[in-house]
């Protein structure tokens, strides 16, 4: 399934006053032990690569260890998905 097709699926809100055209998918790895580490997705409505790392950062306040692997969204993708502005959606 593709990135677009997470956008089609049943219960997904249409937004369409406040859709952005800027966004970034972030993939969360926390360590757990010597184990691999547990990974999160999220798409996050911001126009900058820093307020993305931000936005997610407040979401695991008590785990300093966390990697984020940040990449944009391209301006049709962010419309697909309705992504709206200070959004933060989990991607599955």
């Known amino acids: 399934m593709g990135l677009l097709d997470y956008a089609k699926l049943p219960g997904w809100k249409t937004r369409s006053a406040h ?3 800027e966004g970034f998918v972030v993939l969360v790895h926390v ?3 010597s184990d ?3 990974q999160d997705t ?3 409505g911001c126009s900058t690569h820093k307020e993305a790392e931000a936005k997610i950062n407040q979401l695991y306040p008590s785990e300093p ?3 984020l692997y940040v990449s944009r969204l ?3 993708d962010t ?3 309705k ?3 200070n959004e933060v959606r989990e991607w599955q």
């Open 31 to 33: 360590p757990v032990g």
């Open 83 to 85: 992504l709206t502005r």
């Open 36 to 38: 691999l580490p547990y």
């Open 65 to 67: 260890k966390i990697r």
């Open 74 to 76: 391209r301006v049709g």
């Open 42 to 44: 999220y798409l996050v």
């Open 19 to 21: 859709d952005i055209d």
């Open 79 to 81: 419309k697909d998905l």
